[in-house]
Nanobody, 123 residues
Framework: QVQLVESGGGLVQAGDSLRLSCAAS????????MAWFRQAPGKEREFVAG????????YYADSVKGRFTISRDNAKNTVYLQMNSLKPEDTAVYYC????????????????WGQGTQVTVSS
């Protein structure tokens, strides 16, 4: 069993930056694709960014491309999401997820999920 725990969320102003972390325990994730999703109130959960097991390939939603960067440290079993130039529309609960085979949508391909961390961006 894999446990994923997100941290780093908070309340910031538009234009600020945040870095989210996702720490995994229970099993090494060096062979897993990892991704960040988010869910705003009243909306479906959506893909934000993904990274291949080796870290050599990444994939981003158009809405965050150029502002967010996903990275991973397999030695620490941790995945990060650096979020710059935050906008009010980035407000959501952000979830970390692991997949045996993907680092891109869809959501259904992800086997393990964290509990989420709230990011709120004020205008």
């Amino acid at each position: 069993q894999v446990q994923l725990v997100e941290s780093g969320g908070g309340l910031v102003q538009a234009g600020d930056s945040l870095r989210l972390s996702c720490a995994a325990s229970g099993r090494r994730l060096s062979s897993a694709g990892m991704a960040w999703f988010r869910q705003a109130p009243g909306k479906e959960r959506e893909f934000v960014a993904g990274i291949r097991s080796s870290g050599g390939s990444t994939y981003y939603a158009d809405s965050v491309k150029g502002r967010f960067t996903i990275s991973r440290d397999n030695a620490k079993n941790t995945v990060y999401l650096q979020m710059n130039s935050l906008k009010p529309e980035d407000t959501a609960v952000y979830y970390c997820a692991a997949s045996a085979s993907r680092w891109s949508p869809p959501l259904s391909e992800y086997d393990y999920w964290g509990q989420g961390t709230q990011v709120t961006v004020s205008s």
